[in-house]
T-cell receptor
Framework: NAGVTQTPKFQVLKTGQSMTLQCAQD?????MYWYRQDPGMGLRLIYY???????DKGEVPNGYNVSRLNKREFSLRLESAAPSQTSVYFC??????????????FGPGTRLTVL | QQQVKQSPQSLIVQKGGISIINCAYE??????FPWYQQFPGKGPALLIA?????SEKKEGRFTISFNKSAKQFSLHIMDSQPGDSATYFC?????????FGTGTRLTVIP
């Protein structure tokens, strides 16, 4: 049981390049989330998927797209990276509700730098 | 607009002292208030949480105090230890979405 895994751990892009951040969970969780963490801003929700086949925008969705490929995997795509997207990205999954305190997990993060 | 306001941004406490972190919110629809602990290079991990119909919750050395009328809540870490040095985030939940505060970097000096 690996929990939530994210790849890659680190990435450097040039402005305008594209890339996909991968997230997978092996806990049979329904809901998955993508957050970005910036200094002084805390974590902000980019997109989430309440269940397989559904996705919804969070607070800061501009410049990103997501795919809930199956119940296990939830990917985040940057089509044309910008320096403002330099951040640490966290994927999270929950069994049902955030209030179920024993079934929520965050991945280890992907540190992305856009030059 | 930050949904949950957190202070202070950083905090230095002597070993054995009490660490206090404060948060405030405006949206009365929030129905659950967790605190997360994050160590460098790791994702956040749930520490303790409280519902708005409870004024205080204690788990070991960690206590949440909740003031519904003032729309404020705080985390108290009693007998702070160097191993508690981390970044702490308060958060609030609405419609099954989690909104974070801006974080407090706690350093406990031996």
């Amino acid at each position: 049981n690996a929990g939530v895994t994210q790849t890659p751990k680190f990435q450097v892009l040039k402005t305008g390049q594209s890339m996909t951040l991968q997230c997978a969970q092996d806990m049979n969780h329904n809901s998955m989330y993508w957050y970005r963490q910036d200094p002084g801003m805390g974590l902000r929700l980019i997109y989430y998927s309440a269940s397989e086949g559904t996705t919804d925008k969070g607070e800061v969705p501009n410049g990103y797209n997501v795919s809930r490929l199956n119940k296990r995997e939830f990917s985040l795509r940057l089509e044309s990276a910008a320096p403002s997207q330099t951040s640490v990205y966290f994927c999270a999954s929950i069994g049902a509700l955030w209030t179920s305190t024993d079934t929520q997990y965050f991945g280890p993060g992907t540190r992305l730098t856009v030059l | 607009q930050q949904q949950v306001k957190q202070s202070p941004q950083s905090l230095i406490v002597q070993k054995g002292g009490i660490s206090i972190i404060n948060c405030a919110y405006e949206n009365t629809a929030f129905d659950y208030f967790p605190w997360y602990q994050q160590f460098p290079g790791k994702g956040p991990a749930l520490l303790i949480a409280i519902r708005p119909d409870v004024s205080e919750k204690k788990e070991g050395r960690f206590t949440i105090s909740f003031n519904k009328s003032a729309k404020q809540f705080s985390l108290h870490i009693m007998d702070s230890q160097p191993g508690d040095s981390a970044t702490y985030f308060c958060a609030a939940i609405f419609a099954n979405n989690l909104f974070f505060g801006t974080g407090t970097r706690l350093t406990v000096i031996p």
